[in-house]
């Protein structure tokens, strides 16, 4: 089955880099997702990596892929309080639907 | 573009009663999503279509739901006989294209609360 898991909590400090982690089971996973969900809001894509990848970087944004050991994690560099939100990680396989993470509360403290 | 859209973005209502949702993808998206999101936990896949077509749904899906795309461009999404459980944040995403490695963009959600 297909299953991914997120630590639920992270705090940094302003100006901190944050790492966002998460695992995944279904070895088929061909990309893998994050997304930025706000209070009261939709998800919004952050990034995404083709399974092939094992690094992918955009702006502050760094994804790392470990296929062997199916951990994803994001580094978010000098994280800003506008950063504070839930981040899911999600998993696409060869079905059509994403499975999501619980999601990761990063609070930004100043 | 405005990005994907739904309405109402909150819906209050008794049990019992029957709701309906409406979702309208970014235009040229031909894949439409259906999630459900209750607090504390990431959104759940109910179902989705390509065009009009419904081609995947979820066990999470009972008969009290029903989700409709006539035309292939907006769709819908009833809940009949509304219950306490069905309390959450409904959420509508849509991919373009034929493959499915296309990254799906979400609507604000409908938070529905029932009483």
Not at chain 1, 70 to 96: M, P, V, W
Not at chain 2, 47 to 75: C, H, I, M, V, W
Not at chain 2, 103 to 108: L, R, S, Y
Request: glycine share 8%; hydrophobic share 30%; charged share 20%.
């Amino acid at each position: 089955g297909e299953d991914v898991e997120q630590s639920l909590f992270l705090s940094v400090r302003e100006g901190d880099s944050s790492v966002i982690n998460c695992t995944y089971t279904d070895s088929s996973s061909t990309y893998l997702y994050w997304y930025k969900q706000e209070p009261g809001a939709g998800l919004q894509l952050l990034t995404y990596i083709f399974s092939n990848m094992d690094m992918k970087q955009d702006q502050r944004l760094t994804v790392l892929l470990n296929k062997k050991d199916k951990h994803l994690s994001l580094r978010i560099a000098d994280t800003q309080t506008g950063d504070s939100a839930i981040y899911f990680c999600a998993e696409r396989n060869y079905g059509q639907n994403f499975v999501f993470g619980p999601g990761t509360r990063l609070s930004v403290l100043p | 573009d405005t990005g994907v859209s739904q309405n109402p973005r909150h819906k209050i209502t008794k049990r019992g009663q029957n709701v309906t949702f409406r979702c309208d993808p970014i235009s040229e998206h031909n894949r439409l999503y259906w999630y459900r999101q209750t607090l504390g936990q990431g959104p759940e896949f109910l179902t989705y279509f390509q065009n009009e077509a419904q081609l995947e749904k979820s066990r999470l899906l009972s008969d009290r739901f029903s989700a409709e795309r006539p035309k292939g461009s907006f769709s819908t999404l009833e809940i009949q006989r509304t219950e306490q459980g069905d309390s959450a944040m409904y959420l509508c995403a849509s991919s373009p294209g034929q493959s499915s490695n296309q990254p799906q963009h979400f609507g604000d959600g409908t938070r529905l609360s029932i009483l």
